[in-house]
């Protein structure tokens, strides 16, 4: 199995991205996963995460502008991201949630700035 996110961009503060995550296996949908993200310095988050029956949970600092959705035919995941913010600037890696040390990628790069 592989995980690729993909999406990401430099964007102002106030706008929206649609992160994409890829699963080459069909494990995915049969596993809880989540949307996890790493700021320059600081250690890697849980942002979102999403289980097999599509019950949600966000950390604080993006409730009310994120939201998380999954296409487990597609074997796909996303995140939607509005109303950004500078401090939503960082890597953002999907995983499967608790997450598999062997499944981290490369992540893709959310900028936010003006």
């Known amino acids: 199995v592989q995980l690729q996110a993909s999406g990401g961009g430099l964007v102002q503060p106030g706008g929206s991205l649609r992160l994409s995550c890829a699963a080459s296996?069909?494990?995915?949908?049969?596993?809880?996963v989540g949307w996890y993200r790493q700021a320059p310095g600081e250690q890697r988050e849980l942002v979102a995460s999403?289980?097999?029956?599509?019950?949600?949970n966000y950390a604080d600092s993006v409730k009310g502008r994120f939201t998380i959705s999954r296409d487990n035919p597609k074997n796909t995941m996303y995140l939607q991201m509005d109303n950004l913010k500078p401090e939503d600037t960082a890597v953002y890696y999907c995983n499967f949630r608790p997450p598999i040390n062997l499944y981290w990628g490369q992540g893709t790069q959310v900028t936010v700035s003006s």
């Open positions: 296996g069909s494990i995915f949908s049969i596993n809880a």
């Open positions: 999403i289980g097999i029956t599509g019950i949600t």
